[in-house]
């Protein structure tokens, strides 16, 4: 009878592990990923500034004005994950969790920085201005490159090139939506996508 009993007991707990292990694995792997900059159009996206944003083989592309491409829909918890092209004189970036679309600054977002020849080099390309110095310099210019970026609550983190040079904790910015910038130089971005977390 106690014998029984136990088997019984290991039945249900077996059971119980199996039914709990997917929804958990599930849960750390993050949703699905979402093509945001597909390199065909626009699409998708908002202008904000007078950048002169056009497409061409696969990528977007700006090197007058400035401005940002603005996703329409706000991310709290997520990656981001693109391939970057800008010249060794370019001024540009990645925005998080901005406050305000249509007035976008270091000061209401998150600013993952492209700026290699930024004159304070303390928040210099794969830095986050005025929140992490990048663990490392890595020069940008004249080259694609990868950015593959996370915001899970207060932690960011941020691997350029595959080189993590970011991973910090800062309460500033919950959620809103995501910008590419163009402030200088010739700038490119290709293949970004996104999954929530």
């Known amino acids: 009878m106690v014998r029984t009993a136990t088997c019984t007991l290991v039945f249900?707990?077996?059971?119980?592990?199996?039914?709990?292990?997917?929804?958990?694995?599930?849960?750390q792997a993050g949703g699905a990923w979402t093509v945001l900059l597909d390199g065909k159009s626009l699409t998708g996206w908002n202008v904000v500034g007078d950048a002169n944003w056009t497409v061409a083989d696969g990528a977007v592309q700006a090197d007058k004005g400035s401005?940002?491409?603005v996703t329409p829909a706000s991310y709290r918890d997520f990656q981001i994950t693109l391939e970057f092209w800008v010249s060794e004189d370019a001024n540009s970036g990645v925005f998080l969790r901005c406050?305000?679309?249509?007035?976008?600054?270091?000061?209401?977002?998150?600013?993952?920085?492209?700026?290699?020849?930024?004159?304070?080099?303390?928040?210099?390309?794969?830095?986050?201005?005025?929140?992490a110095k990048p663990a490392s310099v890595i020069q940008t210019g004249g080259k694609w490159n990868t950015y593959d970026i996370?915001?899970?609550?207060?932690?960011?983190?941020?691997?350029?090139?595959?080189?993590?040079?970011?991973?910090?904790?800062?309460?500033?910015?919950?959620?809103?939506?995501?910008?590419?910038?163009y402030g200088a130089g010739t700038v490119r971005f290709r293949n970004v996508r996104i999954r929530q977390l």
């Open 99 to 131: 406050s305000d679309p249509k007035a976008i600054t270091q000061v209401n977002a998150y600013e993952v920085n492209i700026f290699d020849k930024r004159p304070d080099q303390s928040y210099r390309t794969g830095g986050i201005v005025d929140v």
């Open 150 to 181: 996370s915001a899970k609550g207060s932690q960011l983190t941020v691997v350029l090139n595959g080189a993590k040079v970011v991973d910090v904790k800062d309460t500033k910015h919950v959620d809103g939506p995501i910008a590419l910038q």
């Open 67 to 69: 401005g940002f491409l």
């Open 12 to 27: 249900c707990l077996t059971g119980f592990v199996s039914i709990q292990s997917p929804s958990t694995a599930a849960g």
